[in-house]
Nanobody
Framework: EVQLVESGGGLVQAGGSLRLSCAAS????????IAWFRQAPGKRREGVSC????????RYADSVKGRFTLSINNAKNTVYLQMNSLKPEDTAVYYC???????????WGQGTQVTVSS
């Protein structure tokens, strides 16, 4: 059974940093791509970053390029999202998702809230 459990969200001031974690079980990152999405109140869900073993390097939304970094610890089967220089517009619930394609989101975690105060 595929399971994804996010952690690491919280409240941070603008300019600060947070690191989100997503512990995966039931698959490896060779089997599925892994992505971070976010959804702010009243807004559509947005793909933030994605990694597929066939790509070799993560993809990023333009809104987070240069500030966010996706990394993977295969030994722990965990994916991280390091978020630096946070802005109030980064406030959202962040989800990790696994799927056959980079943004397909076939399996979802429960989400973790990130709030950036100005």
């Amino acid at each position: 059974e595929v399971q994804l459990v996010e952690s690491g969200g919280g409240l941070v001031q603008a300019g600060g940093s947070l690191r989100l974690s997503c512990a995966a079980s039931g698959f490896t990152f060779d089997d599925y791509a892994i992505a971070w999405f976010r959804q702010a109140p009243g807004k559509r869900r947005e793909g933030v970053s994605c990694f597929s073993s066939s790509d070799g390097s993560p993809r990023y939304a333009d809104s987070v390029k240069g500030r966010f970094t996706l990394s993977i610890n295969n030994a722990k089967n965990t994916v991280y999202l390091q978020m630096n220089s946070l802005k109030p517009e980064d406030t959202a619930v962040y989800y990790c998702a696994a799927g056959l394609l980079c943004w397909s989101g076939d399996y979802w975690g429960q989400g973790t809230q990130v709030t950036v105060s100005s």
